[in-house]
Nanobody
Framework: QVHLVESGGDLVQPGGSLRLSCAAS????????IGWFRQAPGKEREGVSC????????DYADSVKGRFTISKDNAKNTVYLQMNNLKPEDSARYYC????????????????WGQGTQVTVSS
């Protein structure tokens, strides 16, 4: 059974860092791209970053470029999102989801959404 579990969210001060994890089970990261998304209260869910199945090509939303880094450990079947220089506007619930092969800006192509992990950036 395909399953994604996010973890690592926390309360952090502006300028701080967090590393989110997306642990996958029931499938191999060799065949699926993993995307990170976030949704703040009253806002639409938005794509944050994605890493494709082969080659490790990555995509980032403009709002996080230079601050967030996505990576994966195939041996642990886990995808990470390193978030540095966090801002209050990064506060949201963060989710990971999968799509076959390549990343896409179309969220409807992603499935097996996790339950999410809460990130709050506040002083």
């Amino acid at each position: 059974q395909v399953h994604l579990v996010e973890s690592g969210g926390d309360l952090v001060q502006p300028g701080g860092s967090l590393r989110l994890s997306c642990a996958a089970s029931g499938f191999s990261l060799d065949y699926y791209a993993i995307g990170w998304f976030r949704q703040a209260p009253g806002k639409e869910r938005e794509g944050v970053s994605c890493i494709r199945s082969h080659g490790g090509n990555t995509d980032y939303a403009d709002s996080v470029k230079g601050r967030f880094t996505i990576s994966k450990d195939n041996a642990k079947n886990t995808v990470y999102l390193q978030m540095n220089n966090l801002k209050p506007e990064d506060s949201a619930r963060y989710y990971c989801a999968l799509t076959p092969g390549h990343c896409s800006s179309d969220q409807s192509l992603f499935g097996s959404w996790g339950q999410g992990t809460q990130v709050t950036v506040s002083s």
